[in-house]
């Protein structure tokens, strides 16, 4: 009786493993946004470091047991752990979009993210490779990396290339622990497409390098909550009052147009707000170019320093005030003390006959 039960499990699974497969993936993504929204950062880097952990403990419980036993209520427990290893990685590569995403500046990260949004999706297309070890380890090592990205600053409490190398070394310590205990549990399986393996591994780890340096991995945790171009900026009772010309009613994603009408020489405000977790501590940039129409480049042409406390929601605010700018296109980089840029806001500067109608909002 129990092997009929057994059988007819496995039938279903074989029948409707991908739709399983599937909701048990849109079902970790869909987890992520109950749990993670109700946390702080460093809630959630501990939720998602357990969830590292299962997916850890089940790839090696689940080659140890399908080696060893092809029926029972082992095998059949066996076959179960694949979905909840699937139901994981949503979560995983779930937090790992909105936390790059929301730190990244499109137009300098866009490989980066094209890159991740690739490795999402191929967790779901390839589905029946789930159980192929060499896919496992492959999916595992670039989900602690990513991780490992995020969290480790938290821990330290600090940004910057060698806490991104401490994350590589301990993401390659992490993952040679899990293929020595697959060694002891599945001998022949962790021999299986060694080279393989290791090669995919140093392709990821190479990329992901190279993206850091190369300052195609946003700067998480930090992210630019807001930004834009202003024609007043004042601090009253905690809140910044900003005065700006509102965008047309069709570009429905963003209030301030990027037109600035510049009337009787008024100074032009940038006005910024960037998280960072409450132990953070670091300098935040803005640096403003002009394009020269005679090189067709862009020059700097100042470089305006805030001292950044994290741990407030809305990000810490700062704004940077400039007078007698040429008329032309404009753009200014939020950077920080490492060099890696926030988000950037670019707006075309025209002379105007009459002022301007203006919008105030607070911020």
Same mark, same amino acid.
């Given at each position: 009786?129990?092997?009929?039960?057994?059988?007819?499990?496995?039938?279903?699974?074989?029948?409707?493993?991908?739709?399983?497969?599937?909701?048990?993936?849109?079902?970790?993504?869909?987890?992520?946004?109950?749990?993670?929204?109700?946390?702080?950062?460093?809630?959630?880097?501990?939720?998602?470091?357990?969830?590292?952990?299962?997916?850890?403990?089940?790839?090696?419980?689940?080659?140890?047991?399908?080696?060893?036993?092809?029926?029972?209520?082992?095998?059949?427990? =066996?076959?179960?752990?694949?979905?909840?290893?699937?139901?994981?990685?949503?979560?995983?590569?779930?937090?790992?979009?909105?936390? #790059?995403?929301?730190?990244?500046?499109?137009?300098?990260?866009?490989?980066?993210? &094209?890159?991740?949004?690739?490795?999402?999706?191929?967790?779901?297309?390839?589905?029946?490779?789930?159980?192929?070890?060499?896919?496992?380890?492959? %999916?595992?090592?670039?989900?602690?990396?990513?991780?490992?990205?995020?969290?480790?600053?938290? =821990?330290?409490?600090?940004?910057? /290339?060698?806490?991104?190398?401490?994350?590589? %070394?301990?993401?390659?310590?992490?993952?040679?622990?899990?293929?020595? /205990? &697959?060694?002891?549990?599945?001998?022949?399986? /962790?021999?299986?497409?060694?080279?393989?393996?290791?090669?995919?591994?140093?392709?990821? @780890?190479?990329?992901?390098?190279? +993206?850091?340096?190369?300052? &195609?991995?946003?700067?998480?945790?930090?992210?630019?909550?807001?930004?834009?171009?202003?024609?007043?900026?004042?601090?009253?009772? +905690?809140?910044?009052?900003?005065?700006?010309?509102? =965008?047309?009613? #069709?570009?429905?994603?963003?209030?301030?147009?990027?037109?600035?009408?510049?009337?009787?020489?008024?100074?032009? @405000?940038?006005?910024?707000?960037?998280?960072?977790?409450?132990?953070?501590? &670091?300098?935040?940039?803005?640096?403003?170019?002009?394009?020269?129409?005679?090189?067709?480049?862009?020059?700097?042409?100042?470089?305006?320093?805030?001292?950044?406390?994290?741990?407030?929601?809305?990000?810490?605010?700062?704004?940077?005030?400039?007078?007698?700018?040429?008329?032309?296109?404009?753009?200014?980089?939020?950077?920080?003390?490492?060099?890696?840029?926030?988000?950037?806001?670019?707006?075309?500067?025209? /002379?105007?006959?009459?002022?301007?109608?203006?919008?105030?909002?607070?911020?």
């Amino acid at each position: 009786m129990e092997n009929k039960n057994s059988n007819k499990d496995k039938g279903f699974l074989a029948r409707r493993g991908r739709t399983v497969s599937a909701i048990a993936f849109i079902s970790g993504f869909i987890w992520d946004g109950l749990t993670l929204t109700f946390v702080d950062l460093s809630g959630a880097a501990i939720i998602l470091g357990i969830y590292l952990a299962v997916i850890a403990v089940g790839i090696i419980v689940y080659q140890g047991i399908s080696v060893r036993y092809e029926k029972g209520w082992k095998r059949k427990f =066996a076959n179960v752990i694949p979905y909840v290893i699937q139901f994981m990685f949503g979560t995983l590569f779930n937090a790992s979009l909105i936390f #790059y995403t929301r730190s990244a500046e499109l137009s300098g990260s866009w490989p980066f993210l &094209l890159f991740l949004l690739a490795a999402v999706f191929s967790n779901e297309i390839f589905r029946t490779k789930q159980n192929h070890i060499t896919f496992q380890i492959a %999916l595992f090592f670039l989900a602690e990396f990513l991780f490992l990205v995020f969290a480790l600053p938290i =821990a330290v409490g600090k940004i910057g /290339s060698d806490v991104f190398i401490w994350s590589g %070394l301990i993401s390659l310590t992490v993952l040679g622990i899990v293929v020595f /205990s &697959l060694s002891k549990v599945a001998k022949e399986r /962790s021999l299986e497409a060694r080279r393989t393996r290791i090669f995919i591994v140093i392709l990821i @780890y190479a990329f992901l390098n190279y +993206g850091y340096f190369a300052n &195609l991995i946003p700067p998480i945790p930090l992210a630019l909550k807001d930004a834009g171009v202003f024609h007043s900026v004042v601090k009253i009772n +905690g809140s910044y009052n900003v005065k700006y010309e509102p =965008a047309p009613s #069709y570009v429905f994603w963003r209030k301030e147009d990027k037109v600035f009408h510049q009337f009787n020489n008024a100074p032009v @405000y940038i006005w910024s707000a960037v998280f960072a977790p409450s132990a953070f501590s &670091l300098s935040v940039y803005h640096e403003w170019y002009y394009f020269d129409t005679a090189t067709n480049q862009w020059a700097l042409k100042s470089k305006t320093e805030f001292d950044m406390v994290g741990g407030r929601g809305g990000g810490y605010r700062g704004y940077s005030m400039k007078n007698n700018l040429l008329p032309g296109k404009w753009r200014v980089d939020i950077t920080i003390g490492t060099g890696q840029r926030l988000g950037r806001v670019f707006f075309d500067l025209v /002379s105007a006959a009459t002022a301007p109608v203006l919008k105030t909002d607070s911020r």
